[in-house]
């Protein structure tokens, strides 16, 4: 018999004791069939889902949360700019801790970890490039320094050919 869970709605054996989508903790039939009863003490210990699974939603949540400040302060409009990867390197590993923090069970594969550090990470060095490049573009074009920054270019390596 199948019993559907009162968070998610998804179907839930009736033998389990968590929903295997949410984790939400399942009422489950005496074996006689005549009453409900909470799970049994040696079926809290199952392991509702696999660690190396990555809930996404949650995972994405937290790496744009923290991949906004680092991409910020990588970036070369930043004066701490020049720490850009410590700042990544430093949102990567929150953002696996506060993924693991609000997981259950509270613990994730290096795999799964990785893969959460390596997003965040993707996601801050994005918007540092996003960020420099339209600064750039503001004080090239825009604020119309383009002939101060040729200049500068040509002193600094002076096989640019004009």
């Not at 009736?14 to 009863?37: H, I, R, T």
């Not at 991949?67 to 302060?73: M, N």
């Not at 795999?111 to 996601?123: K, S």
């Amino acid at each position: 018999m199948e019993i559907t869970c009162i968070r998610c709605h998804q179907t839930v054996e009736a033998e389990n004791c968590y929903c295997p989508s949410c984790g939400l903790p399942q009422l489950v039939y005496a074996a006689d069939g005549s009453s409900y009863g909470e799970a049994q003490p040696e079926q809290l210990n199952e392991v509702v889902r696999d660690a190396s699974e990555v809930d996404w939603k949650q995972a994405l949540r937290v790496a744009v949360m923290l991949a906004i400040p680092a991409g910020l302060l990588s970036s070369a409009v930043s004066p701490l700019g020049f720490f850009g990867l410590v700042w990544m390197a430093t949102a990567a590993a929150w953002a696996v801790a506060l993924y693991v923090r609000s997981q259950r069970p509270a613990w994730v594969t290096i795999g799964a970890g990785v893969r959460i550090g390596l997003v965040t990470g993707l996601l801050a060095g994005w918007l540092a490039f996003g960020i420099s490049g339209g600064a750039l573009f503001v004080e090239r074009d825009v604020l119309h320094h383009s002939g101060q920054i040729d200049a500068e270019w040509k002193t600094a390596s002076p096989r640019v050919s004009s």
